[in-house]
């Protein structure tokens, strides 16, 4: 099964606090996106974060999806768990990033 790729653009510790999924084992991201996905579908998500100027190409696996006219007005999106053999690397750099502030509620949340 090849993986899809997704593109996530976040500005500052704020979107990636509001982004990240510290409920899913092994840490994730949620991604908006129109496009439609079942769970376990694979994909790459390429994420930029600007404040760090650092871009990274993710694999992860479909865990959450959000549909179009979720309450509270959450976009639609998918949640992507983590995986592959940097998957607690990439868990620890998101957390890392976050860290004075994972104990809280993001924020804005997008899921």
């Known amino acids: ?6 593109h996530l653009v976040l500005v500052d510790k704020i979107q990636v606090h ?7 084992e092994g ?7 129109n496009d439609d996905f079942n769970f376990n579908d694979l994909v790459e998500v390429q994420v930029e974060l600007v404040a760090e100027k650092n871009k990274a ?6 865990v959450w999806l959000t549909p179009s006219g979720a ?3 959450i976009v639609r999106g998918v949640g992507i768990q983590f995986q592959g053999e940097h998957q607690p690397k990439v868990q620890q750099y998101f957390e890392g990033i976050i860290s ?8 804005a949340p997008c899921y």
């Open 1 to 6: 099964m090849t993986a899809r790729k997704l």
């Open 18 to 24: 509001n982004h990240y999924l510290p409920m899913i």
């Open 27 to 33: 840490g994730g991201l949620f991604v908006p996106t």
């Open 57 to 62: 190409t993710v694999p992860g696996k479909v």
């Open 71 to 73: 309450q509270r007005g």
């Open 100 to 107: 004075d502030r994972i104990a809280q509620a993001p924020p």
